[in-house]
């Protein structure tokens, strides 16, 4: 157990002290970076209508704005809101229960989202300085972030008798997770591209719950998923280096060496 303990601790020390040194020994890194910019690309969603988790199956679209901190190298703070639409179809679907409608139930559903999430870059980036080699890496992203859902817009049959929350307006927390990467491509601009799967508590997004485990088994809550890219610029907010800085001598602390 203690040499378990050794393989796992021991890189995790080694990788921390790593940063901690490159960032302390270069100068030039700006630490406190702030980037603002859009998001945009196709949305789509996972639930019983979509049991086999197909990516962009009945895809609509998603739009927003995003903010980005780059704290260190490896690591960066993200909020950002959004706006797009949810669909989703039982047509050609079997295993529902009940059968709603012939399986012929269509939703639309018009959402906005916030998420506040983590980004890891898995190579060292500074996109701060356009003439660094560190200006592109595949990121990990990590967060917590809530969905509000409007009334279906589609002029379609009585949604299936469901729950309570038929035809309604909903609000739901989700578990943001994707990858992507990230790239500064010209000075103070980076392009990203980037899948996030958002994985809720919710179970009606698309009004419905009755799915078959026979059919689709494990499919217990609704989550979302977006396609797309981000354009951001880049405002700088540089930090002074320490060791560059220079301390003039004090004229009454040398005030006798000085008048000799």
Not at 14 to 20: D, G, I, K, R
Request: one cysteine or more; charged letters at 15%.
């Amino acid at each position: 157990m203690c040499v378990l303990k050794k393989i796992v601790i021991l890189p995790l020390l080694l990788f921390v002290c790593t940063v901690t040194a490159q960032d302390a020994s270069d100068c030039n890194f700006e630490r406190n970076v702030h980037e603002a910019g859009f998001l945009g690309g196709a949305s789509y969603y996972m639930g019983d209508f979509n049991p086999n988790l197909t990516p962009l199956k009945s895809p609509s679209w998603y739009g927003g704005l995003m903010y980005r901190y780059n704290f260190a190298r490896y690591f960066a703070f993200r909020g950002q809101l959004g706006a797009g639409t949810l669909r989703g179809t039982g047509k050609g679907m079997t295993g529902l229960l009940p059968d709603p409608l012939n399986n012929n139930w269509k939703f639309d559903r018009p959402w906005l989202f916030v998420d506040v999430m983590t980004e890891f870059n898995f190579i060292p980036y500074n996109a701060a300085d356009i003439r660094k080699k560190q200006r592109f890496t595949p990121i990990l992203l990590l967060g917590v972030g809530a969905s509000y859902l409007m009334a279906n817009t589609v002029q379609s049959p009585t949604p299936p008798a469901s729950g309570s929350h038929n035809g309604a307006s909903s609000l739901f927390i989700n578990i943001p997770v994707g990858i992507g990467a990230k790239w500064c491509f010209a000075e103070r601009m980076t392009l990203g591209v980037e899948w996030i799967w958002r994985i809720s508590f919710y179970n009606e997004v698309d009004y419905y719950k009755g799915v078959d485990p026979k059919h689709a088994p494990g499919i217990n809550n609704d989550w979302t998923g977006t396609i797309g890219l981000t354009l951001s610029y880049l405002f700088r907010q540089s930090v002074p280096c320490p060791a560059s800085t220079v301390h003039k001598p004090s004229k009454h602390k040398y005030k006798g060496i000085l008048n000799n």
